[in-house]
């Protein structure tokens, strides 16, 4: 049921395995997927989304490294009991490198305007330096 929440993009810049981790990171703190509850096989989601099981292996890794998911062996993964408050810290530290950044550009005498546009562009996918 979830596979078909999980959508990459091909022609993006970024990492197909780096999507499906950001993809299963927003289904946790939405609260579609909750703790205890079983993720898609890595053969079932590499189908659905027309990538190579290696790829959906090295994302799972990832997320299992994080402490986002657990293994059971021979049953299957499953979102940790505290993985709300994984993406939550991983949020938090981001929002703790855009003040940084935003600050750098500040000093470096970019206006409010100025920097409000970088972040429309880049937001928008369109990464013109």
């Known amino acids: 049921m979830y596979e078909k929440l999980v959508v990459v993009d091909k022609m993006s810049h970024k990492p197909i395995y780096e999507q499906i981790v950001e993809q299963i990171q927003n289904l946790v703190i939405t609260e579609v997927l909750k703790s205890d509850e079983m993720i898609p096989s890595v053969r079932n989601l590499s189908r659905e989304c027309g990538t190579n099981p290696n790829t959906v292996q090295k994302a799972y890794n990832e ?67």
């Open 63 to 129: 997320l299992e490294r994080m402490g986002i998911t657990y293994s059971v062996p021979g049953v299957g993964r499953y979102v940790s009991c505290n993985a709300k408050e994984v993406v939550q810290k991983l949020m938090s530290t981001s929002n703790s490198e855009l003040k940084a950044i935003v600050e750098k550009l500040k000093l470096s005498g970019m206006t409010i305007d100025e920097i409000i546009d970088k972040v429309k562009l880049f937001y928008g996918g369109e990464h013109n330096d």
